[in-house]
């Protein structure tokens, strides 16, 4: 057994001391050299030393590897040994220890160390702790009859000599036992299934537990049946099927030899004649099967009750139908027909003739006798017709703007399609017909046109009437705008509106106020006017028409504003032929016609602002100055006034797009 030392001396003293080592050795020795203990158990190890001519200070244990320079750790002042470890011996001659609850964590080679007057030794090779637990092995899976060996194991052979305890669900065994740590269960039974675990005697600690499971085929089967003694259709009735196994059977139902259900419960709710027989309960895993029987037998009142119907096909409006109620019972049933709640007729057979869409709907019959009494399902007449009851729905007042929606309302088997029209004009399909922002031209008759393959129906047609505001507000000027003082000329305020406008107001221009209102006007004075049209939808204004009022002494004047060169020109020519003309025929004549109040007739008839658009010129006006015109329109009115004078008809002066006529 060879030394480790651990001195504080220089190289020189080393090697001396090596020299006395060697003549006064130290023998060192360890028992047992290797420990397997058991997980909580208390191990004990001992080193056993011979020397020579040294003083023993102290003899201690520790884990560590000596490292030069360094203490050696005292394994009974380490914190976590120091409670459960116990230093045994005379420390002359044998040093032991006593480790008590041993842990994995406490797996580690362990040496004996010693302090003399001289030097420092910890002794090789140590003794090795290492730390086990117990786990028992077992088949995973075993069958009743079969021989079984638990196995209780540990990860090394224990140090000790142990003998093991057995435990099934914790309570100790006696079995017999080949080996020490082996149990043996012999044509192992269904009772032997549990929970087995093993421990070593004289220690506290217990294997974890393993399942043993004990494959076993079904018994024969027990079949109960609730309620017991008289069935009567109608009940219910359940049927329990009781058979013990490992691992739990299978259950199936038969009735004769089909199989009906499954489960350990068989019910049937409301139980009928055809439920009777011979039920047959199977219980199989797979070491085997057991089978059980037993008979139903069921009284019943009327039952299968059904309904016909004769044609079986499409029923169109004015068909004869035909229902008939087929009914089992044990005593003939007497029949009762209901449609929905209401009964409506008796016996086996009901005959609608001629039906019509009010018949369609559900139908059921009832059958009733001694044992009770039961309906039909209800079964569904399905009557077709054409459209009927077409209409068209519309509602409130129409505004113009807005979206209006048409709804066709029709009742018809099957749902028909629609049609749309304005007047003789489709326009549209679908139940619904919808116009955004409707105008005046949506205006008229609509209706809808329902059809299906069986017929077609128009609805009445509805009118829309669609209000909107005024519009194209203009005013209509009896007679010219040009007045002799003392005169009136009529204005009259025309407009397009739905209702018709029945406010006017009258308002001459760059004035906030009104001067008049209706729809006609007498203006007396100057001016440009214009009318506003109301009505409760909106207003609008007209353009502004020119009134001129003359104060004469002894000739006439008319005044006539260019509103463009070119076109001005062309319209004096016209003017200038007219009065040509008529000044040729009747000189007299056109001066008393030019001196006339009404301005519907005369020389001047031609100028009337009604025959011409605002575009060419701005009716009759006043004589306000005006934006010269352009240099070549200059030299026109010149040339036309040189010719007027030619004539020897007028005196025509243009000033600023200005022509003034003066009758000489």
């Not at 068989?266 to 037993?294: L, P, Q, R, T």
């Not at 018949?359 to 399905?382: M, P, R």
């Not at 001047?604 to 240099?631: C, I």
Request: hydrophobic share 35%; proline share 5%.
């Amino acid at each position: 057994m060879s030394v480790r030392m651990a001195p504080r001396l220089p190289l020189v003293i080393l090697l001396m001391i090596h020299r006395v080592y060697g003549q006064y050795d130290l023998r060192l020795s360890y028992s047992p050299s290797q420990v397997c203990a058991l997980k909580d158990s208390t191990v004990e190890i001992t080193c056993f030393f011979t020397y020579h001519e040294y003083y023993i200070m102290k003899v201690f244990w520790t884990k560590a590897a000596v490292i030069k320079g360094e203490e050696i750790p005292d394994l009974s002042e380490d914190p976590g040994y120091c409670q459960r470890l116990w230093y045994l011996g005379d420390t002359q001659q044998y040093c032991t220890i006593r480790l008590s609850h041993v842990t994995l964590k406490d797996e580690d080679i362990y040496y004996c160390s010693f302090i003399t007057d001289r030097y420092k030794w910890t002794g090789d090779p140590g003794v090795s702790l290492t730390v086990t637990d117990l786990q028992v092995e077992s088949p995973e899976r075993v069958t009743e009859g079969d021989s079984v060996s638990l196995t209780c194991k540990s990860s090394c052979a224990l140090t000790d000599r142990a003998t093991f305890i057995w435990y099934r669900n914790s309570q100790p065994l006696t079995e017999r036992r080949d080996r020490n740590n082996e149990l043996l269960l012999q044509s192992v039974r269904r009772e032997d299934s549990g929970r087995y675990s093993c421990a070593v005697d004289g220690h506290t600690r217990i294997s974890p537990a393993v399942q043993l499971n004990v494959m076993y085929p079904p018994v024969k089967p027990v079949i109960s049946i609730s309620p017991s003694g008289i069935i009567v259709e109608g009940d219910s009735v359940t049927l329990n099927c009781i058979s013990d196994s490992n691992p739990p059977a299978e259950i199936s139902w038969f009735k004769g030899g089909t199989i009906v259900g499954s489960g350990r419960i068989y019910s049937i709710s409301k139980i009928s004649s055809d439920d009777s027989g011979e039920y047959m309960c199977m219980s199989i895993n797979e070491h085997g099967e057991k089978y059980s029987a037993v008979i139903l037998n069921v009284f019943y009142p009327p039952k299968s009750i059904s309904v016909s119907i004769s044609p079986s096909g499409i029923i169109v409006e004015g068909d004869s139908v035909t229902l008939n109620c087929i009914s089992d019972s044990n005593l003939p049933a007497e029949i009762s027909w209901f449609k929905g709640r209401t009964i409506v007729g008796s016996g086996r057979i009901y005959t609608i003739s001629k039906i019509s869409s009010d018949d369609s709907g559900e139908y059921k019959c009832k059958s009733i006798n001694t044992y009770g009494g039961e309906y039909s399902d209800a079964v569904t007449l399905n009557v077709m017709y054409p459209p009927n009851n077409v209409l068209v729905s519309v509602s409130g007042e129409i505004v113009e703007g807005d979206s209006m929606t048409l709804k066709c309302i029709s009742d018809s088997n099957p749902p028909a399609e629609i049609s749309w029209f304005k007047g003789r004009t489709i326009v549209g399909s679908g139940r619904i017909y919808n116009i955004s922002k409707i105008s005046s031209d949506d205006s008229g008759e609509y209706k809808c046109k329902s059809i299906n393959k069986h017929g077609e129906k128009y609805s009445d047609p509805v009118t829309l009437n669609v209000m909107y505001p005024p519009r194209s507000v203009s005013v209509l000027m009896s007679g010219s705008g040009e007045i002799v003082e003392g005169d009136s000329v009529t204005l009259k305020c025309i407009s397009d509106s739905n209702p018709p406008a029945l406010n006017f107001s009258w308002f001459k221009e760059n004035e906030t106020s009104a001067v008049g209102s209706g729809q006609s006007f007498s203006a007396l004075q100057s001016g440009r006017f214009y009318c506003q049209a109301h009505n409760q939808h909106g207003s609008q204004r007209s353009d502004a028409v020119t009134v001129t009022v003359h104060h004469v002494a002894g000739r006439n004047v008319i005044v006539i504003t260019a509103a463009s060169g070119g076109l001005f020109i062309i319209i004096i020519f016209i003017t200038i032929l007219v009065i040509i003309q008529r000044k040729m025929m009747n000189r007299r004549s056109a001066i008393h016609e030019y001196e006339n109040d009404d301005p519907s007739a005369g020389s001047y008839a031609a100028l009337d602002p009604r025959t011409r658009s605002s575009d060419q010129y701005n009716t009759l006006t006043a004589v306000h100055p005006r934006p010269a015109v352009h240099q070549s329109g200059s030299s026109e009115y010149e040339n036309v006034s040189v010719s007027m004078r030619s004539l020897g008809l007028f005196n025509i002066s243009n000033k600023e797009n200005v022509l003034v006529l003066i009758n000489r």
